[in-house]
C-alpha cells in the first residue's frame, strides 16, 4: 500500500522555524523525485522545492529560495522541509509528492497546515 505521510506542521510566529517531514512507503523511493507543494486558501497550488532522487539536485521557489531547504534520507524512506524565517503568506497546506519520471507514477500525500502568525 501506498502511504506518503507529512508531519510536522503547525501554528509558529513569524520569523520562526519548523521542519516538515514525508515519510513514505509501498514503493521503491529512491526512483522517484520528490516535491514539496503547498496550497493557501483561495488559491492555488503552488511548487515549493524539488529534490532528485539521489538528492544531487534541488529547485526552489523564488519566494522560498534562501529561506527553505529540502533534503533527503533514501535509506528512511523520508524528505525533509527545513524552514526558516517563516513569513505570514508562508501559511498553507503542505504536501509532499513523489514522481516517477520513467513511469509517470505520480503520487500524494494529504498535506500539512502550517500557519504562521503573530
Known amino acids: 500500500q501506498v502511504q506518503l505521510v507529512e508531519s510536522g506542521g503547525g501554528l509558529v510566529q513569524p520569523g520562526g522555524s519548523l521542519r516538515l517531514s514525508c515519510v513514505v512507503s509501498?514503493?521503491?523511493?529512491?526512483?522517484?523525485?520528490v516535491s514539496w507543494y503547498r496550497q493557501a486558501p483561495g488559491k492555488e497550488r503552488e511548487l515549493v522545492a524539488a529534490?532528485?532522487?539521489?538528492?544531487?539536485?534541488?529547485d526552489f521557489a523564488n519566494r522560498v529560495k534562501g529561506r527553505f531547504t529540502i533534503s533527503r534520507d533514501n535509506a528512511k524512506n523520508t524528505v525533509y522541509l527545513q524552514m526558516v524565517s517563516l513569513k505570514p503568506e508562508d501559511t498553507a497546506v503542505y504536501s509532499c509528492?513523489?514522481?516517477?519520471?520513467?513511469?509517470?507514477?505520480?503520487?500524494w500525500g494529504q498535506g500539512t497546515q502550517v500557519t504562521v502568525s503573530s
Open positions: 509528492n513523489a514522481r516517477n519520471y520513467s513511469t509517470g507514477t505520480n503520487y
Open positions: 509501498g514503493f521503491t523511493f529512491s526512483s522517484y523525485t
Open positions: 529534490i532528485t532522487r539521489t538528492g544531487v539536485a534541488t
